[in-house]
């Protein structure tokens, strides 16, 4: 089998230095390559922390290196509630996303982006949650725009999280379809060349509704304050079914 390229996401902000060096140029010297993308958090505009993406810390060491932000909407102990907190925290994770990079730079850059919902088993995902998630992705990114920017949701989650993969299968049954997931199966900790791609250790057991687009093979690329790694599925188009929907930040600082 083949490997797809190489894909990056931290919890911390992509400056962070350690041995002198920031996470983008560990990954890059470790690699032996840049990244195509780096995920990092959107959850409000009024939520704190390094955890969140930091645009003015972020954006043009991102830019500069041309590595795309891979959105990932964290309310990880939400997932398994109702419908209706689906709706409030898409409507508030729509809008830190929007905000951060602006209407008009997201729509200039083809108005289409993905963000993936974080789903790390503990909670597992419902399908209630899911069903007001989705559907709210799209209503509000139109609201928020004005027209012209459309969230695509996603779905992290690991691979033996059946409840969560049958949650969305469930919702597919129900025109309530997800785009794309991402699966989580470590079979290396720490940092860790690709392996082939293996459809048998990273496909989940559930038969999905969407592409698994991105499998995150290793944790913990130079520990907590370091980076997981990630490749893209070798066999999809990986700039038209990913990385277009993925925002390359502005080259100045913008949104609050």
Same mark, same amino acid.
């Given at each position: ?9 931290? *919890? ?36 704190? %922390? ?8 972020? /954006?043009?060491?991102? #830019?500069? /290196? /041309? ?6 909407? #964290?309310?990880?102990?939400?997932? /398994? *509630? ?8 898409? $409507? ?46 799209? *209503? ?20 033996? =999280? ?33 392996? =082939?791609?293996?459809? $048998? ?24 304050? %370091? ?7 070798? *066999?999809? =188009? ?19």
């Amino acid at each position: 089998m083949a490997k797809g390229k190489l894909g990056v996401d931290s *919890s911390v902000p992509v400056n962070t230095e350690i041995e002198g060096k920031s996470l983008v140029q560990l990954a890059t010297t470790v690699f032996n390559a840049t990244p195509v993308f780096w995920g990092r958090y959107f959850t409000s505009v009024a939520t704190a %922390g390094d955890v969140e993406y930091r645009h003015l810390k972020e /954006n043009q060491i991102l #830019r500069q /290196n /041309n590595i795309r932000v891979l959105p990932i909407a #964290r309310q990880t102990k939400h997932v /398994n *509630s109702s419908q209706a907190q689906g709706i409030a925290d898409a $409507q508030a994770n729509v809008k830190d996303l929007i905000t951060t990079f602006g209407q008009d730079y997201l729509a200039a850059q083809g108005g289409t982006f993905f963000l993936f919902l974080d789903v790390e088993g503990t909670p597992s995902l419902s399908a209630a949650y899911f069903k007001g998630w989705v559907q709210t992705l799209e *209503s509000a990114s139109f609201d928020l725009s004005d027209g012209p920017v459309q969230i695509l949701p996603g779905v992290y989650g690991n691979h033996d =999280d059946e409840p969560t993969w049958e949650a969305v299968a469930t919702c597919a049954d129900q025109d309530i379809v997800c785009q794309g997931a991402w699966v989580a199966r470590w079979v290396h900790h720490a940092c860790h060349d690709m392996d =082939d791609w293996d459809d $048998q250790m990273v496909l989940p057991k559930t038969e999905l509704p969407c592409k698994v687009l991105v499998w995150q093979y290793s944790d913990e690329c130079y520990g907590g304050n %370091g980076f997981d790694c990630n490749q893209t599925n070798p *066999s999809i =188009d990986v700039d038209q079914e990913l990385l277009s929907q993925l925002v390359l930040p502005p080259d100045i600082a913008g949104g609050v």
